[in-house]
């Protein structure tokens, strides 16, 4: 089983990546706790795809995953690898990264009945992108986790920009992992 963990802010100075530099720690101390080691977890980076604004002719939900631009077919390719997925998102103005759900936009079969879950942060720990993206994937019937990982950046960021979340916040990571993990094996799509 393969699962995605996507950072989704593209933005010079994001914090998306020290996020996931200590989520990705958390990952591998779930993985020696529990009987996951047969999942897969790898990080993409959203930047290091260029995708342009919705650029596609065709509707992606009726693209059926062809796509025309090299990049959007790129993104799908890395996307479609995936049984699983999580967004490491920023709250930007309330909401979710302007990148990030244009990245979702572009694509469709890629997300449709995989599962998700959200790793957040940003004002008010980024619970209301996480609130938004409900929205969102629910529309490619995603299997979302109910538990998620909501870090108050402010008080999360030391000195040298690593990343230390008050403990119940790294407390509740494994949890949100196994819910995702067997969400995964529901969902029928993971490829054993």
């Given at each position: 089983?393969?699962?995605?963990?996507?950072?989704?802010?593209?933005?010079?100075?994001?914090?998306?990546?020290?996020?996931?530099?200590?989520?990705?720690?958390?990952?591998?101390?779930?993985?020696?706790?529990?009987?996951?080691?047969?999942?897969?977890?790898?990080?993409?980076?959203?930047?290091?795809?260029?995708?342009?604004?919705?650029?596609?002719?065709?509707?992606?939900?009726?693209?059926?995953?062809?796509?025309?631009?090299?990049?959007?077919?790129?993104?799908?390719?890395?996307?479609?690898?995936?049984?699983?997925?999580?967004?490491?998102?920023a709250e930007y103005n309330h909401s979710v990264p302007a990148a990030l759900k244009n990245a979702f936009d572009v694509l469709y079969v890629e997300w449709v009945k995989k599962s998700i879950a959200f790793v957040s942060y940003g004002a008010l720990s980024g619970a209301r992108a996480v609130e938004h993206w409900r929205g969102i994937v629910a529309n490619a019937n995603m299997l979302q986790a109910r538990s998620q990982v909501s870090l108050p950046l402010f008080d999360s960021v030391q000195e040298d920009g690593?990343?230390?979340?008050?403990?119940?916040?790294?407390?509740?990571v494994s949890g949100m992992l196994s819910e995702l993990e067997d969400l995964t094996r529901l969902s029928g799509t993971h490829r054993g």
């Open positions: 089983m393969r699962i995605g963990v996507i950072i989704g802010s593209t933005r010079p100075g994001r914090k998306g990546e020290q996020v996931a530099a200590w989520f990705m720690d958390q990952v591998a101390k779930h993985q020696e706790g529990s009987d996951s080691q047969e999942v897969t977890y790898e990080l993409v980076d959203l930047a290091d795809f260029d995708l342009p604004l919705l650029s596609e002719p065709t509707v992606p939900g009726a693209a059926n995953g062809q796509y025309e631009n090299p990049a959007t077919t790129r993104w799908a390719e890395k996307i479609a690898t995936f049984d699983g997925y999580v967004f490491i998102t690593t990343i230390k979340p008050p403990q119940p916040v790294a407390d509740g």
